[in-house]
């Protein structure tokens, strides 16, 4: 498979057909024919997408999830991370508790944000995502790409459309800001994708962000955070909302927001502002 990475704002490669014809239309009419069950429903200013359940996934389905976890991909990512091994989300235990299959309707969108760092309490540090777009057909001017956004999530700076049968591969860290353009088709289509995150061991992490960055004049860096959106400017601020910027369910990303700037500027590993409270306050009573 020949990749071509690009760098800026983070490196991301595009593969086009990326499974063979006939393999990608049973996957097509598969979708189109079950109601997997629904893990999640998102529902705000920064996201509104439906994400099902693993194992309710049929067999093309499953193989495709296999097929992205497979070493193939795996290879393609840690040639491009110094040799490392790779870790990829299917080889976890029960996929760590996230959820591959994804499905945006009419009106859907997923505002500037970064994923999870890290699993199992940061024994693996996550480094790379893969996105396959895997919707029957797709038309310009229905919205629905994807976007990647500057070091600070909030300049759009590359624009990806999610055309059939396209897989994009992009390195993950602090400055990997990405997101969903709305979607509005003239039809019911749906658009329907499929997510991979890929990990390495903690023990190999100076070594990736060193390998990462031997290139770059904009430095990637790499601290803990759980999945964190901007909050109020979900499209960043060239494009700015009225409506989702005063909505109120902004409000419920700000501490994930406070704990992103925190431990990315001094290096710290909060998890939760409430619970570093809560165990500094009873450390000054003992």
Not at 20 to 26: A, C, P, S
Not at 52 to 71: D, P, Q, T
Not at 169 to 190: E, L, M
């Amino acid at each position: 498979m020949k990749i071509k990475w690009e760098l800026n704002p983070f490196p991301y490669a595009i593969v086009d057909n990326y499974l063979d014809k006939n393999n990608f239309i049973e996957l097509i009419k598969e979708l189109d024919n079950i109601k997997p069950e629904l893990q999640t429903k998102f529902s705000s200013a920064l996201e509104e997408k439906n994400i099902y359940k693993n194992l309710s996934l049929k067999k093309n389905s499953k193989n495709f999830v296999k097929k992205a976890g497979s070493k193939e991909i795996k290879d393609i990512i840690s040639s491009f991370s110094g040799g490392l091994p790779i870790l990829s989300l299917k080889e976890t235990k029960n996929f760590s508790g996230y959820s591959t299959f994804h499905i945006t309707k009419s009106k859907g969108m997923l505002g500037s944000h970064v994923d999870h760092s890290d699993i199992e309490d940061g024994r693996y540090f996550h480094i790379a995502n893969t996105i396959f777009y895997a919707s029957s057909k797709w038309e310009r001017g229905w919205g629905g790409e994807t976007i990647l956004y500057s070091n600070n999530g909030l300049i759009p700076e590359v624009i990806i459309e999610p055309l059939p049968n396209r897989l994009i591969i992009f390195i993950h860290s602090a400055n990997s800001f990405h997101g969903v353009k709305s979607y509005n088709p003239s039809d019911k289509t749906y658009r329907k994708t499929f997510y991979h995150d890929y990990y390495i061991h903690k023990n190999y992490k100076s070594k990736f962000i060193q390998y990462v960055n031997r290139k770059r004049n904009k430095k990637l860096t790499f601290s803990r955070h759980g999945t964190t959106f901007i909050p109020f400017f979900p499209n960043g601020i060239k494009d700015i909302s009225i409506k989702k910027l005063f909505s109120i369910t902004n409000f419920k990303y700000l501490n994930a927001y406070i704990i992103y700037l925190i431990n990315k500027q001094f290096k710290t590993n909060f998890i939760s502002l409430r619970k570093s409270l809560l165990k500094r306050i009873k450390s000054l009573r003992n």
